[in-house]
């Protein structure tokens, strides 16, 4: 698990590797991630938007924005935490997922980025 906090929101990031599949007549190795947002700020926050960076091994990169996180907004008070699990897609056994979270402080109405720390997507068979 990874874990990193901005502006005290703590962001941790936990992967399982979900098994491989044909697809257009080519492999495809399918990883899960469950992320959980802990707000351990003084002021109640809402994600508004994501921004992921997607690499897998054979240097191919998938940049991926959206509203909210697996279609909510969640709005987190003081010592609140959301959970969510997605999922994405590599052509190899390998590969790196990170990015950032846009929220809203409500207190002072200003935006800022959360960042998701760089975690690994790993096949166990293909580890040495």
Same mark, same amino acid.
């Given at each position: 698990?990874?874990? &990193? $906090?901005?502006?005290? =929101?703590? $962001?941790?990031?936990?992967?399982?590797?979900?098994?491989?599949?044909? !697809?257009?007549?080519?492999?495809?190795?399918?990883?899960?991630?469950?992320?959980?947002?802990?707000?351990?700020?003084?002021? /109640?926050? &809402?994600?508004?938007?994501?921004?992921?960076?997607? @690499? #897998?091994?054979?240097? #191919?990169?998938?940049?991926? #924005?959206?509203?909210?996180? =697996?279609?909510?907004?969640?709005?987190? !008070?003081?010592?609140?935490?959301?959970? @969510?699990? /997605?999922?994405?897609?590599?052509? /190899?056994?390998?590969?790196?997922?990170?990015?950032?979270?846009?929220?809203?402080?409500?207190?002072?109405? !200003?935006?800022?980025?959360? $960042?998701?720390?760089?975690?690994?997507? /790993?096949?166990?068979?293909?580890?040495?």
């Amino acid at each position: 698990m990874v874990t &990193q $906090i901005t502006r005290g =929101i703590k $962001i941790s990031v936990l992967t399982t590797f979900e098994g491989t599949y044909f !697809k257009n007549h080519k492999m495809h190795f399918a990883f899960s991630y469950h992320i959980t947002i802990e707000n351990h700020s003084k002021d /109640s926050v &809402q994600l508004m938007a994501r921004h992921w960076e997607i @690499y #897998d091994a054979l240097n #191919d990169v998938e940049m991926v #924005d959206g509203e909210g996180v =697996i279609g909510k907004k969640p709005v987190l !008070k003081p010592g609140e935490t959301h959970t @969510y699990s /997605s999922g994405c897609l590599l052509c /190899s056994p390998f590969g790196t997922m990170q990015g950032h979270f846009n929220m809203v402080n409500f207190t002072s109405t !200003k935006a800022f980025k959360v $960042i998701v720390p760089a975690f690994r997507l /790993s096949a166990p068979f293909a580890l040495n």
